[in-house]
């Protein structure tokens, strides 16, 4: 015996509340958007400088010398403004949720699938890319990855949804579109009245977190993770010394080896005895803070080409750490010919401390902190 099975008549919930409305979801869907978009866009960028695939590795440009700091601060930004906007956005379109009936033909389906999709990887790329701020991980899978990975998942959902929705969005886009018209004029006045906290709540997120990359803000830097200012030497660090297996023993009998047509290695009296250049450069890491900083050191295409390296040569550069994703870090040419680009001995004029890279780092203009190499033992001619 077969028993149909039959939908109730009528919704199980129902939603008195106003605002509820397309008006109230396009207004704020439209900063959302544009937060998402910002940061979509800076994200892949920022993979691409840490993860340059086959020859774009020579391709990526050294200058301007801030940029790298500018574009991973906006990515940050962008993401933690993202935050209220989408918190915003759901309280707008909840009710949605629950329209009845629940599938009413197949593009109903497939719409209500890709604002499910959109609406997970929202949450999940906005959440977990802010615990990466504070650099915890609370879950067993690698965040760079799966959050890349999920970044594609998410634009291409909003690009479906926006598809489908844009009838709707541009009929409420401004006050004057025939949508918002039509809506009970009453609710005008608070819908602006709550359009204006949400402005509030985004502009509150922003000027107390984005002090770790905007220095003109850095006295309103009350809720972001790490405050440039605080650190060995004046400058943060996110990998101590010891976190990376670094003793007195390592940097004892240390030695710099330069491999090449002409190989040679140089004592760290040797390296000082060579002509020092001074530049002013930002550490700028993928968590979003960053700050200028005074390093002295020998250039690194001077480096290479004393050992046979050619002018439009890249490098390869090895740490002393035991082990680390990026123990071994490739440096394109563009970076390894830059006058810029210093195997730094000394920040702020005294010698480095032994969590900022003792005896000798790699300094680089337009380049994420973590290929910033600490604790070097070894150049190669690429």
Same mark, same amino acid.
């Given at each position: 015996?077969?028993?149909?099975?039959?939908?109730?008549?009528?919704?199980?919930?129902?939603?008195?509340?106003?605002?509820?409305?397309?008006?109230?979801?396009?207004?704020?869907?439209?900063?959302?958007?544009?937060?998402?978009?910002?940061?979509?866009?800076?994200?892949?960028?920022?993979?691409?400088?840490?993860?340059?695939?086959?020859?774009?590795?020579?391709?990526?440009?050294?200058?301007?010398?801030?940029?790298?700091?500018?574009?991973?601060?906006?990515?940050?930004?962008?993401?933690?403004?993202?935050?209220?906007?989408?918190?915003?956005?759901?309280?707008?379109?909840?009710?949605?949720?629950?329209?009845?009936?629940?599938?009413?033909?197949?593009?109903?389906?497939?719409?209500?699938?890709?604002?499910?999709?959109?609406?997970?990887?929202?949450?999940?790329? *906005?959440?977990?890319?802010?615990?990466?701020?504070?650099?915890?991980?609370?879950?067993?899978?690698?965040?760079?990855?799966?959050?890349?990975?999920?970044?594609?998942?998410?634009?291409?959902? *909003?690009?479906?949804?926006?598809?489908?929705?844009?009838?709707?969005?541009?009929?409420?886009?401004?006050?004057?579109?025939?949508?918002?018209?039509?809506?009970?004029?009453?609710?005008?006045?608070?819908?602006?009245?709550?359009?204006?906290?949400?402005?509030?709540?985004?502009?509150?997120?922003?000027?107390?977190?984005?002090?770790?990359?905007?220095?003109?803000?850095?006295?309103?830097?009350?809720?972001?993770?790490?405050?440039?200012?605080?650190?060995?030497?004046?400058?943060?660090?996110?990998?101590?010394?010891?976190?990376?297996?670094?003793?007195?023993?390592?940097?004892?009998?240390?030695?710099?080896?330069?491999?090449?047509?002409?190989?040679?290695?140089?004592?760290?009296?040797?390296?000082?005895?060579?002509?020092?250049?001074?530049?002013?450069?930002?550490?700028?890491?993928?968590?979003?803070?960053?700050?200028?900083?005074?390093?002295?050191?020998?250039?690194?295409?001077?480096?290479?080409?004393?050992?046979?390296?050619?002018?439009?040569?890249?490098?390869?550069?090895?740490?002393?750490?035991?082990?680390?994703?990026?123990?071994?870090?490739?440096?394109?040419?563009?970076?390894?010919?830059?006058? *810029?680009?210093?195997?730094? *001995?000394?920040?702020?004029?005294?010698?480095?401390?032994?969590?900022?890279?003792?005896?000798?780092?790699?300094?680089?203009?337009?380049?994420?902190?973590?290929?910033?190499?600490?604790?070097?033992?070894?150049?190669?001619?690429?």
């Amino acid at each position: 015996m077969r028993f149909p099975i039959r939908l109730p008549a009528d919704p199980p919930l129902t939603f008195k509340a106003r605002l509820h409305d397309a008006r109230t979801a396009t207004a704020v869907g439209r900063w959302l958007g544009l937060a998402f978009a910002v940061c979509f866009a800076t994200g892949v960028l920022s993979h691409y400088f840490q993860h340059p695939p086959g020859r774009l590795a020579d391709l990526l440009p050294s200058r301007p010398y801030w940029g790298y700091r500018f574009t991973q601060g906006l990515h940050v930004i962008s993401g933690i403004a993202a935050i209220p906007l989408l918190l915003a956005k759901l309280w707008a379109v909840y009710p949605r949720l629950f329209a009845w009936p629940p599938l009413r033909s197949v593009r109903h389906a497939l719409e209500r699938a890709s604002v499910a999709a959109l609406v997970a990887a929202g949450l999940f790329e *906005l959440f977990t890319g802010l615990l990466n701020t504070f650099q915890w991980y609370p879950w067993p899978f690698s965040f760079v990855p799966v959050h890349f990975a999920l970044s594609w998942l998410l634009i291409g959902a *909003l690009m479906v949804h926006v598809a489908v929705k844009w009838p709707q969005i541009q009929g409420h886009w401004t006050r004057r579109s025939p949508g918002t018209l039509a809506l009970p004029e009453a609710d005008g006045p608070d819908r602006r009245a709550l359009l204006a906290g949400v402005a509030a709540a985004v502009g509150a997120v922003t000027l107390t977190t984005a002090g770790q990359s905007v220095t003109a803000l850095g006295r309103l830097d009350l809720f972001a993770p790490r405050d440039p200012a605080v650190g060995p030497q004046g400058l943060p660090v996110n990998r101590t010394a010891k976190a990376a297996g670094i003793t007195a023993a390592s940097v004892r009998d240390w030695r710099l080896s330069v491999a090449g047509p002409r190989p040679y290695t140089l004592t760290l009296d040797e390296l000082r005895a060579l002509p020092q250049h001074e530049v002013t450069l930002p550490i700028a890491c993928v968590e979003g803070w960053s700050k200028n900083a005074r390093w002295t050191g020998v250039r690194v295409r001077d480096l290479l080409e004393r050992a046979g390296g050619s002018p439009g040569g890249g490098a390869r550069v090895e740490s002393l750490e035991p082990a680390g994703a990026y123990r071994v870090m490739e440096m394109g040419r563009e970076y390894a010919q830059d006058p *810029l680009t210093l195997l730094a *001995l000394r920040l702020g004029g005294e010698e480095l401390s032994p969590d900022h890279g003792y005896p000798a780092r790699i300094i680089a203009p337009n380049r994420p902190g973590v290929l910033q190499t600490k604790w070097v033992a070894r150049l190669e001619v690429a």
